[in-house]
């Protein structure tokens, strides 16, 4: 299916989108500019409309075009510009056989994996970390819009009734958010070990891995866990974040599509604290440490 174009790349996401973002630093990375078209999440419910299910039957951003066929999936992306472009600018994945294969698994693990269950990796944990930021934003909708919209034109069977369900509460439930937290605690650890190595890098070298993590650490700060990525607790990610931030492609693909509802609502959910759950957030690092 060809979609219309008139730049050789354009990309469909949201500012504040993981996967978008994980699309916008692998191209930032790679050194290719493109057009990007902004469609609307949560608080407009754009992706559910004809005009882009056109583009995306699935109705999930990012989608990348490249001379107008379709490109979907964030990692598929990543994989597709590092194969086209194996020669400019970063290489994400590595020649070497046994390299290739541990950024391959460790993306599998920070990715928005549809194959497996909300919370169950450490990407699609921070998806549930972001669920109070997106009870916000479908608040911003009247609830009989939003269960018309998800029940009727919401591809995905098991996204829709956690959608349905944060919009009637307002916010996830607490049990269920807690153990998002408790999940990602346990991400946090493995990356802290895994960083011991004492390279620059989640598997060394800059990959496809520190791509995911750029937008998954950013997202601890945006959802009022910041202090986390400070801390002493966590001396080799209290190295390694900035240096994820120095990289270009951190202003390229994400701080500069900040989405100004996101701020708002940062403001509005936590002002200047910390997350709620921050003090389980750090028992159950305890708990994984032992
Ligand atoms: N595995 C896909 C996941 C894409 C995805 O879940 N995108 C989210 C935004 S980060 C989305 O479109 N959410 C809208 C919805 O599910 O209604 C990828 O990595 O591109």
Redesign the pocket.
């Known amino acids: 299916m060809a979609i219309e174009y008139n730049q050789e790349f354009e990309l469909y996401g949201?500012g504040e989108?993981?996967?978008?973002q994980?699309a916008r630093v692998g191209l930032a990375e790679k050194d290719i500019t493109y057009k990007q078209h902004r469609v609307g999440?949560e608080s407009t419910g754009e992706?559910l409309q004809k005009a882009y299910k056109a583009i995306n039957p699935a109705?999930?951003?990012?989608t990348l075009v490249h001379n107008g066929q379709p490109i979907y999936?964030?990692?598929k992306i990543l994989e597709y510009l590092d194969s086209l472009a194996p020669n400019q600018g970063a290489k994400l994945y590595p020649a070497d056989t046994a390299k290739n294969t541990e950024v391959r698994a460790l993306v599998k693990e920070f990715?928005?994996?549809?194959g497996v269950g909300i919370g169950e990796n450490f990407g699609t944990s921070m998806?549930g970390l972001s669920t109070q930021m997106l009870a916000y934003l479908l608040c911003k909708r009247p609830l009989w819009t939003v269960i018309w919209d998800y029940l009727t034109k919401?591809p995905?069977r098991d996204?829709v009734p956690i959608?349905i369900l944060v919009r009637i509460l307002g916010k996830p439930p607490g049990f269920k958010y807690r153990q998002f937290v408790s999940s990602v605690a346990k991400g946090m650890v493995f990356i802290e070990k895994k960083l011991s190595h004492g390279n620059g890098f989640i598997a060394g070298e800059y990959s496809a891995a520190d791509v995911l993590l750029a937008q998954l650490f950013h997202r601890l700060e945006i959802t009022a866990f910041h202090k986390v990525l400070q801390s002493d607790q966590f001396p080799n990610i209290k190295l390694y974040w900035p240096r994820l931030q120095q990289r270009e492609s951190y202003k390229l693909g994400i701080l500069d599509f900040e989405e100004e509802e996101w701020r708002e609502c940062k403001k509005a959910l936590y002002g200047e604290d910390e997350n709620p759950d921050i003090g389980h957030f750090w028992s159950e690092v305890n708990r994984f440490r032992q």
């Open positions: 949201y989108s993981l996967a978008s994980t999440l992706h109705s999930l951003v990012p999936d964030s990692i990715s928005l994996d549809e998806a919401h995905s996204r959608f």
